[in-house]
């Protein structure tokens, strides 16, 4: 190949590549959620901190950790988490329901109710995105 061929080349394909890179928030955040679907939730934990270290406004952060935390049973951090999570997207179906159901969960887990099963919907979205 021609040198001024291989160069047109790579100079087209740099900022393709770089429009293809995750923010590293993004990959955090789905580090997170395979943890979670591999019943790793201590790592997810990491993971989703780290993310919310990284963007600080992600509500999709907020709302996996929240999910994380009840997996644990650490009630009070999950309705930190998940509150943070509804006051960053409002109008966000998934975080909704999920604290619909936690709260729910909660009633149901009072000592003079059957205990419930516990946990959400983790979210894929990428952080900031309100989702």
Not at 26 to 55: C, E
Not at 69 to 74: D, L, S, T, V
Request: with cysteine.
């Amino acid at each position: 190949m021609k040198p001024h061929v291989f160069l047109a080349l790579v100079s087209l394909s740099l900022p393709l590549a770089a429009a293809c890179r995750l923010p590293l928030a993004s990959i955090t955040l789905m580090s997170g959620v395979a943890a979670a679907r591999a019943d790793r939730w201590d790592d997810a934990v990491v993971h989703w901190k780290n993310a919310l270290a990284q963007n600080p406004g992600s509500a999709a952060a907020h709302n996996n950790l929240a999910i994380a935390y009840e997996k644990k049973g650490a009630w009070e951090e999950a309705q930190k988490e998940y509150e943070a999570a509804l006051g960053l997207a409002p109008d966000n179906p998934t975080i909704k329901d999920n604290l619909e159901r936690f709260k729910r969960r909660q009633e149901a887990a009072r000592p003079d109710k059957s205990p419930a099963t516990r946990g959400g919907n983790v979210a894929n979205s990428a952080p900031g995105r309100g989702r």
